[in-house]
């Protein structure tokens, strides 16, 4: 019998252990003290404990997720996404165990987890990435390299992503602060503190390509997703395809995604992301996820295809790649977050769970269960589709409207009030929206 350890845990671990039994493969969920009673434990075939709940006691401690896989006799890991996700030296420490890990190879993360690293393979390929600095020594070479890109310039993590290490500078007498405090931050989440400077652009789109990799250089292409609202810079709202681009522009996105990760024979699920500079109708390279990514679902509906089983399938030699796939559509993903109307965590006991009957919604939680305080703050995502956007929207409107959580606080009612705005309805938006005018327009701040 085939069997898998699933190496993470809420919706990503409940998605993958029920991709797993789909493909007849048996599942063994790894979990701390603190999800030993969730749904995702109750979900696999077996659960064991790691540790305690502190993630570097149990979800970051790879020795711990190894010894655990190989006890029960599992034939592959599935990292899901975030934790040891993308840390080259696990997936190596795997794949000398003997074990198939379900993403790409120690070397492939590490050619473009880096993002300088990944800046530099596009550059060689002839794929846009603007202008940047290299990383940064001093705050002298920074005030010189700031100069030249010209203000406002955007700190960068080297090392990860996830808005880390990013801190807008629109003057000099700011910046030596500001890379100071992105130093640190990106120093306490990668270990890594390099930091390097981009020009900030005021009107863009996050937007980028999901592909899938065989391994051999061949690299099929899922269309784009559109992730500019962002809060913090971490993405709350998802759709696919970028509708707002020209297709010429999409088009180009998807072909040098298939350039960059063809050209390391990549393996498994990534994305390339890209910046849209809508004034001037230019994308530039961002960087490489090299993972399966939060909001894979939205590819997932306009494609009609299950990404977590392609991911197992792979690993396990059992993968048939489609014929004559093309995405139809239109999707939107929302993250409902355990938070409050500040923004503030808010764990907790769940007494009632009413989700839109008939959406789908990907969650490791429901009534009775506990959302714990030691880990990210998503319960739940909410995935709509339709034959186009304005139906999608009024699909989401709808089912946010239905959607009931009680005992703890979540973002629900915050996502209503951005799938009702006029900007989100009419697609007027960008990375900047949701800060600069969404949020101080509805608490009244000036």
Known sequence: MSRLFVANRGEIACRIIAAAKALDIETVV?????????????????????????????????????????????????????????????????????????GPTPEQMEAVGDKLAARALAQE????????????????????????????????ASAGGGGR????????????????????EAEAAFGDGRIYLEPFVEAARHVEVQAFGLGDGQII???????????????????????????TARA???????????????RGAGTVEFLWDEAREQ??????????????????????????????????????????????????????????????????RITGWTPPSGARVDSGFGSGCDVPPYYDSMVAKLIVAAPNRAEAVDQLQDNLSDFAVE????????????????????NRLSTRWLEAEFIPASTGAS
Request: charged letters at 20%; a negative charge.
């Open 30 to 102: 790894g979990v701390s003290a603190a999800d030993k009673d969730s749904l995702w434990a109750k979900a696999a075939d077996r659960a064991l404990v790691l540790g305690p709940a502190p993630a570097r006691q149990s979800y970051l401690d790879g020795n711990l997720l190894l010894h655990a896989a190989m006890a029960s006799g599992c034939k592959a890991v599935h990292p899901g996404y975030g934790f040891l996700s993308e840390n080259a030296a696990f997936a190596q420490a795997v794949a000398d165990a003997g074990l198939a890990f379900c």
């Open 125 to 156: 390929l002839g794929v846009e990435t603007g202008q940047a600095s290299e990383a940064l020594t001093d705050t002298d070479a920074a005030a010189i390299a700031a100069r030249t890109l010209g203000y406002p310039v955007v700190t960068k």
């Open 165 to 184: 290490g990013m801190r807008i500078v629109r003057e000099e007498a700011d910046l030596a602060a500001a890379i100071s405090e992105a130093q640190t």
């Open 221 to 247: 292409t899922l269309g784009t997703r559109d992730c500019s609202i962002q809060r913090r810079y971490q993405k709350l709202v998802e759709e696919a395809p970028a509708v707002a681009l020209p297709e």
């Open 252 to 266: 180009d996105m998807e072909a040098a995604a298939a350039k960059l990760l063809g050209a390391i024979s990549y």
């Open 283 to 348: 994308s530039r390279f961002l960087e490489v996820n090299a993972r399966i990514q939060v909001e894979h679902p939205v590819t997932e509906m306009i494609c009609g295809i299950d990404l977590v089983q392609w991911q197992i399938a792979l690993a396990f030699d059992r993968f048939d790649p489609p014929v004559d796939l093309v995405p139809r559509g239109h999707a939107i993903e929302v993250r409902i977050l355990a938070e409050d109307a500040d923004f503030r965590p808010a764990p907790g």
């Open 407 to 426: 005992g703890i606080a979540t973002s629900i009612p915050f996502l209503r009030d951005i799938a009702a705005h006029d900007n989100f309805v009419s």
